[in-house]
C-alpha cells in the first residue's frame, strides 16, 4: 500500500509547490492580489518593469551567465572526458574534483572572490616583487560589469557537477567498444569519443544541463557575491524588489519573475540552436573524413580547464580560512602578521541558531526525500517500469524551472495559509530542491542490486519490509549515506528558497553569509564560508568512512 503512494506523493511534491508558486507570481504580475487591493486584471505593472533603469541591462546579463556558464562547463567537461577517460591522471583528476561537488556555491563564490579581488591572494603573492604594487591596484574584477567573475564561479561549480553526471550516463552507453571501433578506423581519442560516444551520453544528460541553465540565468547568492551591482542581474534585483518595504513593489517583483522565467525559456530556446550546430559541426566532420590524430592540444587544454577550475576553488578556500584565524593583515602582505582565535569566539554565539536551522531542516528535508526514494523505487520493483522521460522531466522540473519564478508565489501562498517563516515550511521548500538529487543518487545502487540475497531471506520467511530493513538497507549503507550526504549538501546551499520562505526569522549558515557579503568583514565572511564548507564535507566524510568502520571485517561490503 505504502509503495502504491510512493510515486503519487512525490509528483504531488515536486509538481505542487511549483504550480501553486507559478500561480501566485503569475496572477500578481496582471494586477490580481486582493490582499493589497488588485483585484482588476491590468498590464500595467508590465509598462512599469520595462521602464525601470538598465533593465535590458540586468537581463541579457542573466541571459549570458546562464549560455556561457553551461557551453563552457559543458565543453570543459566533454574534452576532459574524450581526451583523458579511462587513464589513471583522469581517476586521480576525478578525485580532486569530486569533492567540490558537496560545496555550496556561495561558499566557491566567496573562495574566488578572495582569491582574485584586486587585494586578494593572487596579488599579494606577486605583489610588491612582480607588480611593484604596495596597496591594491584600482581595478574593478569582483562585480565587473560584464559579470565575467560571476560566470567564472558558476563555472567552477558546474563543472564538477556535470563531471558526475557524464561519469554516471558512461555506464550506460557502449564506450569501450565504441572507442575500439574508432580508433580501428583512425580517429583520434578526442575525435573518436566526440562522434561515437558522446551523442549518447549527451541523451542521458541534457536535463542536468537544461538544469545548469536553469540555475545560471536566475542565480541570486553567487550574482550577489560576484556579479555585478549596477545594475544587478534581474534575479537579484527581483529579491531586492520582493524584500521592498513597499508591499506594492510584490506587483512589479511578479512581473520580473515571468520576465527571469522568459529569460530561461530564451537561453533554453538558443541553447537548442547550439544542439543543432553541434550536431551539423559533427556530421561535417564526418562526412569530411576528418580524424583529428592530433589532439594533444586539445587534451591539454581540456586538462588545463578541470585543474584551473578546481586549483582556484580549493585555493580560495584556503584562503578563507587563513582569514578567519587572521589578525592584522596588510596588503601586499602574503599573509597575516599574526593569527587570532577572536572573529571565531565572537561569531560562535551568532552561529547557533542558523547551525539550528541548518541541521533541521537539511537532515528532515533528506530523510523525507531518501523515504519517498525508497518507496517510488520499491514501486518500479512491483511494476517492472523504470520511469521515462516524462516522469524524468517532472523530477527535474523543480531544478529547470527558474526558482525566482515560484518561490515568490509560493511564499504568498505560505502567507494566506499562516505558515511562513515556520520549521515545516522551510523543510517543504528544501524538500523540493533536495528530492531529485536523493532518487538520481538511490536509483542505478538500487538497481544494482542483486535480488539472489532478497530470494534467500524470502526462503528463511522474512517479511517483506524485514527483508528491506535487514537485508537490503545493510548491505546499501554506502549507497544510502551518499545519498543523505548529498541531499544534506543540497539543502545547506539553497539560499533563496531560505531567504523567502524563513522570510528573516529562520536563517540558515547559508542565508547569513551572503548577508554578510555586503559588510565587506572577510574575517566573519570566513568564518561562514568555513562552515558551508565544512557541514557538507562532514556528510560525505561520514558516508565514506561509516561503511568501512561498519564492515571492515566484510571485503565484499566495502564496494
Not at 479 to 497: D, N, R, W
Request: proline fraction near 6%; hydrophobic fraction near 55%.
Amino acid at each position: 500500500m505504502l509503495t502504491r503512494l510512493g510515486p503519487p506523493l512525490t509528483i504531488l511534491l515536486l509538481t505542487g509547490p511549483v504550480a501553486f508558486g507559478l500561480a501566485g507570481t503569475v496572477l500578481p504580475a496582471f494586477g490580481f492580489l486582493p490582499v493589497l487591493g488588485g483585484t482588476e486584471w491590468t498590464l500595467a505593472h508590465f509598462r512599469t518593469l520595462f521602464q525601470e533603469p538598465a533593465i535590458v541591462t540586468s537581463t541579457v546579463l542573466s541571459l549570458a551567465a546562464g549560455l556561457v556558464t553551461a557551453l563552457v562547463s559543458l565543453l570543459a567537461v566533454m574534452f576532459f572526458v574524450a581526451g583523458w577517460g579511462g587513464t589513471r591522471l583522469f581517476s586521480r583528476v576525478q578525485h580532486m574534483v569530486s569533492p567540490l561537488l558537496s560545496l555550496p556555491h556561495a561558499a566557491a563564490a566567496f573562495a574566488l572572490a578572495l582569491l582574485i579581488a584586486p587585494s586578494g591572494m593572487l596579488a599579494r603573492l606577486v605583489s610588491p616583487g612582480l607588480t611593484g604594487w604596495e596597496r591594491p591596484p584600482d581595478l574593478l574584477i569582483v562585480h565587473d560589469p560584464y559579470g565575467l567573475s560571476m560566470m567564472a564561479g558558476l563555472i567552477a561549480k558546474e563543472i564538477p557537477f556535470l563531471l558526475l553526471m557524464t561519469l554516471a550516463a558512461l555506464p550506460q552507453v557502449p564506450a569501450q567498444q565504441t572507442r575500439m571501433l574508432t580508433a580501428a578506423l583512425g580517429y583520434g581519442r578526442v575525435a573518436g569519443f566526440l562522434l561515437g560516444v558522446w551523442p549518447a551520453v549527451y541523451r542521458q544528460i541534457r536535463l542536468p544541463v537544461f538544469a545548469v541553465i536553469a540555475f545560471a540565468t536566475s542565480v541570486v547568492d553567487v550574482a550577489a557575491i560576484l556579479g555585478p551591482t549596477r545594475p544587478a542581474p534581474l534575479a537579484v534585483r527581483l529579491v531586492t524588489w520582493m524584500n521592498d518595504p513597499d508591499l506594492s513593489m510584490r506587483y512589479l517583483a511578479s512581473t520580473g519573475a515571468l520576465l527571469q522565467l522568459a529569460v530561461t525559456a530564451t537561453a533554453m530556446t538558443a541553447w537548442l540552436a547550439l544542439e543543432r550546430a553541434g550536431m551539423f559541426l559533427c556530421r561535417l566532420a564526418i562526412f569530411r573524413g576528418m580524424r583529428l590524430r592530433r589532439d594533444a592540444v586539445v587534451r591539454g587544454l581540456s586538462l588545463g580547464m578541470i585543474l584551473l577550475a578546481a586549483s582556484a576553488v580549493l585555493a580560495g578556500l584556503a584562503t578563507l580560512a587563513i582569514w578567519s584565524f587572521s589578525g592584522l593583515w596588510q596588503f601586499p602582505d602574503a599573509l597575516p602578521s599574526s593569527f587570532s582565535l577572536k572573529t571565531w569566539i565572537t561569531a560562535l554565539p551568532r552561529l547557533a541558531a542558523p547551525l539550528g536551522t541548518t541541521l533541521i531542516a537539511g537532515l528532515a528535508s533528506t530523510l523525507i526525500a531518501g523515504l519517498l526514494a525508497v518507496l517510488c523505487l520499491l514501486r518500479e520493483e512491483e511494476t517492472g517500469r523504470r520511469p521515462g522521460r516524462g516522469a524524468l522531466t517532472l523530477l527535474f522540473l523543480p531544478l529547470v524551472v527558474p526558482q525566482v519564478a515560484f518561490v515568490f508565489g509560493l511564499q504568498l501562498l505560505l502567507i494566506y495559509t499562516g505558515t511562513l517563516a515556520t520549521m515545516p515550511a522551510l523543510i517543504l521548500a528544501h524538500l523540493v530542491f533536495v528530492m531529485p538529487y536523493a532518487y538520481l543518487a538511490l536509483r542505478d545502487p538500487w538497481h544494482a542490486f542483486d535480488r539472489r540475497y532478497d530470494r534467500v531471506a524470502a526462503g528463511f520467511g522474512k517479511a517483506r519490509w524485514r527483508r528491506i530493513l535487514h537485508v537490503r538497507l545493510p548491505m546499501m549503507t554506502r549507497a544510502v549515506l551518499t545519498m543523505g550526504a548529498l541531499g544534506f549538501a543540497v539543502s545547506v546551499g539553497l539560499y533563496l528558497p531560505t531567504v523567502l520562505v524563513g522570510a528573516g526569522r529562520l536563517t540558515t549558515i547559508t542565508s547569513e553569509a551572503v548577508a554578510l557579503a555586503a559588510g565587506g568583514d572577510r574575517r566573519v565572511i570566513g568564518v561562514y564560508a568555513f562552515w558551508q564548507m565544512l557541514l557538507p564535507m562532514a556528510g560525505f566524510g561520514i558516508a565514506t568512512l561509516l561503511p568501512a568502520l561498519i564492515f571492515r571485517r566484510f571485503r565484499g561490503m566495502q564496494v
